[in-house]
């Protein structure tokens, strides 16, 4: 799961290194696109809930169980989503019971429905997702997906205004974190650094980033 | 007519220590012990689901031993004051100092209004970022605090399993030379118990650790640290 790092108050540019994607607990990762007050406040909310439930219990809930929780979350928003106020989430997290990483995406009503492969949100997601499209194949390594992510978020940047691209001049990078059997690991500054300049080093040449073959 | 007895009220509060003292002493101890890393919590607890070791917070943890159903009851408003406290203002402001107090209340308050006292004992327990910022608590069933320091033994044989543990606690042992020395005090307490990785709950809070402190010890990993310092 990747993030850029913009956020923007009409046409002004707010924050340069604002964070969108967050730890919710060791076995999955949250992002958040719209209202950054409420997305915010609701992501603490949400780690708090896992935690409290993991405590409580003594045991950690399952991935459905944290996806229905998100999805209640959401929808408790909905008054503030009429006036406006939309937040949407994106939940990635790795489901023990079934060994693999799965993908849930939302309506601002707090519908909640499972994607397959990739996903994406915000304001930029339609030309990131046109990338994810063409780069994304089943059996990426780690490494790889990182790098799919970093090109998909270079595109979003490209054609959406509020994303932000990697900012080589300051050193600001997409948040990336990765989610496995092992947990939940947020790629040290240094590693996306270096994801990040190969893709604007690879735009030297080609612009559009790399090409899928046509037949 | 049948005329009610008058029990002073002295007399009233002994019964009751009595009473909670007893139950206390049926169970099995636990010990709790600073360690160079951090702080170390032994039960001679066989059963893998009905903890008397948990997580509190990020830097909290809890120990207790009498009746189950009573101090799961008060782990449970440990842990949802310890959340909601950290959501309401910020993850720091979470104290075990704090969380004695409220225990300290609510045992004061089940001990002399009701018939019936909670017959529990707890360590609170707060990992500082060295050994002298540790702080241990240890909670008795009228509500009386204590501010601990190095170790503490409690429930069960407690007379018996503190005084091995005294003669064996150092300051700054690695985790190896801890565990050891809380599993012999806890054999203290019959003189044929020997107790097996399996047989044991052990957790740590360690100050290394990142985010949440506190760890439990799976059996594997008991025994590996009770075999480096055997030898």
Redesign the interface.
């Known amino acids: 799961m990747a993030g850029d790092r913009r956020a923007t108050a009409g046409n002004v540019i707010a924050q340069r290194d604002v964070e969108k994607v967050f730890r919710a607990d060791e076995l999955s990762a949250v992002a958040i696109a719209g209202t950054a007050g409420i997305g915010l406040e609701i992501v603490r909310l949400f780690q708090v809930e896992l935690e409290h439930y993991e405590k409580l219990e003594g045991r950690t809930l399952s991935l459905e169980g944290k996806a229905n929780r998100l999805a209640a979350l959401i929808r408790g928003n909905l008054g503030m989503a009429m006036q406006g106020l939309v937040v949407v989430p994106l939940l990635a997290g790795f489901d023990e019971e079934r060994a693999g990483g799965r993908i849930f995406s939302y309506d601002a009503a707090g519908g909640r429905y499972e994607e397959r492969d990739f996903h994406s949100i915000g304001s930029g997601s339609v030309f990131a997702r046109g990338a994810l499209k063409k780069l994304w194949r089943p059996g990426l390594s780690a490494e790889d997906a990182a790098l799919v992510c970093v090109q998909a978020l270079y595109d979003a940047a490209d054609d959406d205004s509020a994303t932000g691209g990697p900012d080589l001049i300051r050193r600001i990078f997409p948040v990336v974190a990765e989610v496995t059997a092992d947990g939940f690991r947020r790629l040290p500054d240094e590693e996306v650094g270096a994801v990040a300049q190969s893709v604007v080093d690879g735009r030297f040449d080609s612009p559009g980033g790399p090409t899928a073959p046509l037949r | 007519m049948s005329m009610p007895f008058y029990v002073s009220p002295e007399q009233q509060m002994k019964d009751k220590a009595d009473y909670a003292r007893k139950g206390i002493a049926r169970g099995r101890s636990v010990v709790v012990l600073q360690y160079d890393d951090g702080i170390l919590f032994v039960a001679d607890n066989p059963s893998r689901?009905l903890?008397k070791i948990?997580?509190?917070y990020d830097r909290i943890a809890f120990a207790a031993v009498g009746k189950y159903n009573e101090f799961e009851n008060l782990r449970?408003g440990g842990?949802?004051y310890a959340?909601v406290n950290?959501?309401t203002y910020d993850r720091r402001d979470v104290t075990a100092r704090g969380l004695a107090n409220l225990y300290a209340q609510t045992l004061g308050t089940i001990f002399t209004e009701t018939n019936k006292p909670y017959e529990v004992e707890l360590v609170v327990a707060e990992v500082g970022d060295t050994e002298a910022s540790d702080q241990i608590y240890r909670l008795t069933f009228d509500g009386s605090v204590a501010d601990e320091h190095g170790y503490v033994a409690m429930g069960g044989q407690a007379d018996a399993v503190a005084e091995a543990l005294k003669a064996r606690f150092e300051e700054g042992m690695s985790l190896s030379a801890a565990l050891r020395a809380a599993v012999q005090s806890l054999e203290a307490q019959d003189s044929d118990r020997h107790l097996e990785a399996k047989a044991l709950e052990v957790a740590v809070l360690d100050r290394n650790r990142e985010h949440?402190l506190f760890r439990r010890l799976p059996a594997v990993r008991i025994e590996e640290l009770l075999g480096d310092s055997a030898g």
């Open positions: 689901a903890h948990s997580e509190i449970l842990v949802r959340d950290g959501y949440r």
